[in-house]
């Protein structure tokens, strides 16, 4: 097992071991940190977001206060190959439980996906002081960011999951942001094409 597989399982049991009043009371400050994060970059039409399961730190509300705010929010829909799919975001009534019993919208594919967002608000078990992020390690996101380096990334987590290092390989994203129920921490410049 691996530097960043021992990490990965070490904090997959501190989040399974988290107690329901600490999920809900992560969740306020979290949304109000992102929503100012979020407004900072300047967005004003279209950003993307995932919807949290488990003991994810909780996205719903943050998801409800920036379509109130009148941006659209996409969010993915998993495909085989690490690949992800966008759709628009139409409430919870408009939602479906898709591949590894993710909720996903029961709407078309919005094409263009990423590359029609101002920001992406991404899941994270770890981000690291240099803004990698480490995930599940499915690759899913990395494989979405990867061919979209132009979308400011933000990431969510709790603050314990911000460390010093992730052990990121060849093939890990980087995030330009990292959001945690107590602090909002900016992260070094990652190369932006153009």
Do not use: N
Not at 95 to 103: N, V
């Amino acid at each position: 097992m691996t530097a960043k597989d021992r990490l990965r399982e070490r904090l997959l049991d501190r989040r399974a071991g988290l107690a329901d009043a600490d999920v809900v009371a992560a969740e306020h400050p979290l949304c109000t940190h992102a929503l100012a994060a979020v407004e900072a970059t300047g967005a004003t039409r279209r950003v993307a977001a995932y919807l949290s399961v488990g003991r994810e730190p909780s996205t719903w509300a943050l998801v409800d206060a920036l379509r109130a705010r009148g941006l659209e929010v996409l969010v993915p829909r998993a495909l085989p190959r690490r690949q992800m799919a966008w759709a628009l975001y139409e409430g919870r009534e408009r939602l479906t439980l898709g591949r590894f019993d993710i909720p996903e919208p029961l709407g078309p594919d919005e094409p263009g996906g990423l590359s029609t967002v101002e920001v992406a608000l991404v899941p994270a078990l770890a981000v690291d002081v240099a803004g990698f992020r480490l995930g599940r390690g499915g690759g899913y996101y990395d494989t979405a960011l990867a061919a979209h380096p132009a979308v400011w990334r933000l990431a969510l987590a709790y603050d314990h999951e911000v460390v010093d290092d992730v052990h990121p390989q060849d093939h890990d994203e980087r995030v330009d942001l990292v959001v945690t129920p107590d602090r909002t921490l900016h992260l070094p410049p990652r190369p932006h094409p153009g």
